[in-house]
């Protein structure tokens, strides 16, 4: 399968065939951009909010049909051996279809490039030589910058054409990385499609070690479904849920590629923090008993206990006539809401009308004849508030989790059975906070409050999430995301090897149970399409202590990769061997990344500036002129360099609580190269890699 290379401009070049077409779509593209901008809307709309709404929606098209000039406006070609869609007939002619990342159209319609999410595209990736699915010829095309410069074909049906690698595909696989990621929309292979173009209605969890483009295929999976569902999920919405600003920086750019420019980016923390301001962190093992899903029982048993039994009747005066509702009529009524597990808030609007409508049938078996209006007005009376303000009364979600936090005998009468005296020990503040306004609330405090809102009043639920990097969430952390996509689906995406929170998740399992999602759809990838086959195999030799029964990730990378692991015979000299090693990988193309222990940054960076570097911080797009990036092994998860430097690995290993969660650590940090890592080390190296 030869790339063909841009020989001559000649007509009868194939190549100056696709380069040609390539113009006419760019241009079909400027004229539907053009047509979009010059839309007159003053004579559709009937008044200014439908004007509003419209142009927005206008707006976005025009963003939407933007021409990148770097990204190819197609990436393939398809070959059908007949008319899609029509009926096999004899000397039918098949049709051709170009494939990108958005549906262009010329000016009477008729498509120039198909959307790569489109049914008619699907063959671009599950084709084969053993099922070519009526696809006589695939043919890729290379480009440098935005200019088509080889092509390839693949002769699906041809059995004297041997099978090989695609070089264009190889070659695109391992292109340097500089700048945000970017989307993979022409190298998706058939075991990702499938995940990919699962249905709406299902949620999918991905199991993929480093490499394995879990990551990318959760994007590509929302950018699908808003294609497929476009309607249902503009009404409903869709969100991304990362570990960090920094990934959610460095994945941005790879939907509005797509032309999605709606789906929202949020870390845990953002989605939880909406009441109280986070100023304080936890011990680990405090943490940890935060994150436990048993303190969700916790908080339903404090709430609940606001619930006080009446202790007298309620008098409703109207007029001059009484009506007396008992208090064993009124318990009733409590047990029953009780009883129907409604939330907390719902039922305290329901109570006053329960009491409300045991008045309006006394009136009526006094020969009265009451309408609704009544029935609400009885509900609003002065003793039917204050009987409801002492049977159940509005709690605040913040104040409540206070009190957990704060009296030690509240926390430990509703934890009885649940959590035991040190656990409770763990999580009691010290010295308690006078208010809300003044506690010092950590992350995990955040997500309790959040359990604690959602119990008072039900959470907005969203069309589709997609949790990435989901391994280091806690329990309550995924019930807090699970919430947020109760009625709709969600998309998982994760490695437990790589769980560097004390809490991480120990199986999808136990995971999908706390998101809410127990029939959810378990995938693993294993094929690495990034990380260089020596390096993870180099960091694979973990995986039997920090998860073991994990299945290895396979490269199936022709390149093998660079693999180095320099000793430093004296600790003082290390600095300057770090900055060695950064110097000889920015002689090769793309992006690096100095990866050390978060206690080691300081002493690099002013290594580096004493020798003239300037660097970036995590989530920092890369330049021609800057492309070293300093990164802290806390934040090096999700993100990826083509060369890496890593700095002292039990350093790594030792500024994490407990050693498997070090060991987990240096595997992140392992295996973040496309094409090469230099590891660098003056203290012995954890036993595991020596």
């Not at 410069?149 to 070089?167: C, G, I, V």
């Not at 303000?389 to 409540?400: F, N, R």
């Amino acid at each position: 399968m030869p790339a063909h290379e841009f020989e001559s401009d000649t007509t009868t070049d194939p190549l100056a065939h696709e380069r040609a077409h390539l113009a006419a779509s760019r241009a079909a593209l400027r004229a539907m951009r053009e047509d979009a901008q010059n839309l007159d809307i003053r004579d559709v709309t009937a008044n200014w909010v439908n004007a509003a709404v419209l142009q927005a929606q206008i707006d976005e098209r025009i963003k939407s049909l933007a021409d990148l000039a770097h990204t190819p406006l197609f990436f393939g070609r398809l070959d059908y051996l007949h008319v899609v869609g029509a009926e096999e007939a004899e000397g039918a002619e098949g049709e051709q279809f170009y494939i990108g990342r958005r549906h262009v159209h010329d000016a009477v319609g008729d498509p120039m490039v198909i959307d790569w999410r489109a049914p008619v595209s699907q063959p671009f990736y599950r084709a084969s030589r053993k099922d070519p699915l009526d696809v006589g010829r695939r043919r890729r095309f290379g480009y440098t910058g935005g200019d088509l410069t080889a092509y390839e074909d693949e002769h699906l049906t041809d059995p004297a054409e041997a099978e090989q690698t695609s070089k264009l595909l190889q070659a695109e696989i391992e292109r340097p990385r500089v700048g945000p990621m970017r989307d993979i929309v022409a190298t998706i292979q058939p075991e990702q499609d499938e995940i990919v173009r699962s249905e709406l209605g299902g949620t999918v969890c991905v199991q993929g070690g480093p490499g394995t483009g879990k990551t990318a295929v959760g994007l590509h999976r929302v950018a699908y479904l808003l294609y497929a569902h476009r309607e249902r999920l503009a009404r409903t919405g869709t969100l991304v849920v990362g570990p960090n600003r920094s990934f959610l920086h460095y994945i941005e750019q790879v939907l509005p590629a797509l032309g999605e420019l709606e789906v929202k980016q949020a870390t845990v923390e953002d989605l939880v923090a909406a009441q109280i301001e986070v100023r304080g962190t936890d011990e680990a093992p405090a943490a940890v008993v935060k994150g436990d899903a048993r303190m969700a029982e916790v908080l339903r048993r404090a709430l609940r206990s606001h619930v006080t039994p009446p202790a007298e009747p309620v008098m409703v005066v109207r007029g001059s006539r009484r009506w007396r509702v008992p208090a064993y009529e009124i318990e009733e009524m409590v047990q029953e809401l009780l009883a129907r597990d409604m939330r907390y808030g719902a039922a305290h609007e329901a109570l006053p009308q329960r009491i409300a409508h045991a008045v309006l049938v006394r009136m009526e078996q006094a020969g009265e004849a009451p309408d609704d209006r009544v029935q609400n007005s009885v509900a609003r009376n002065p003793a039917v508030k204050a009987a409801v303000k002492a049977i159940w009364p509005a709690v605040d979600p913040a104040k409540l989790v206070l009190r957990l936090l704060s009296d030690a005998e509240f926390l430990a009468e509703h934890a009885e059975g649940l959590l035991s005296e040190d656990e409770q020990k763990a999580i009691l503040w010290i010295k308690p906070a006078r208010s809300v306004k003044t506690a010092k609330w950590s992350a995990a405090d955040a997500v309790l409050i959040d359990e604690a809102a959602d119990l008072v009043s039900r959470t907005h639920s969203l069309g589709h999430v997609v949790i990435d990097e989901a391994q280091d969430l806690s329990p309550m952390q995924y019930r807090a995301v699970g919430r947020r996509c109760s009625t709709g689906s969600a998309t998982v995406l994760g490695d437990l090897a790589q769980g560097t929170t004390p809490w991480s998740t120990q199986s999808w399992e136990q995971a999908l149970h706390h998101l809410g999602k127990a029939d959810a759809l378990v995938e693993e990838l294993t094929a690495g399409f990034r990380v260089p086959r020596d390096v993870i195999a180099y960091a694979s030799r973990l995986l039997p202590v920090i998860s073991p029964g994990l299945t290895p990730v396979e490269s199936v990378r022709e390149s093998p990769g660079s693999l180095s692991v320099r000793e430093v015979a004296d600790a003082a000299e290390l600095d300057a061997a770090v900055v060695a090693a950064c110097e000889e990988s920015l002689t090769h193309e793309g992006s690096i990344g100095l990866i050390a222990a978060d206690a080691r940054i300081p002493a690099l960076a002013d290594a580096l500036t004493a020798a003239g570097h300037t660097y970036l911080s995590p989530g920092q797009e890369t330049t021609t002129e800057t492309r070293l990036t300093l990164v802290p092994a806390s934040l090096a998860k999700g993100l990826e360099y083509d060369y890496v430097v890593l700095d002292e690995p039990a350093a790594v290993v030792d500024g994490e609580p407990d050693e498997r969660t070090g060991l987990r650590r240096l595997y992140v940090a392992l295996t973040r190269a496309v094409s090469g890592l230099a590891v660098l080390h003056a203290a012995p190296l954890p036993q595991e890699l020596a």
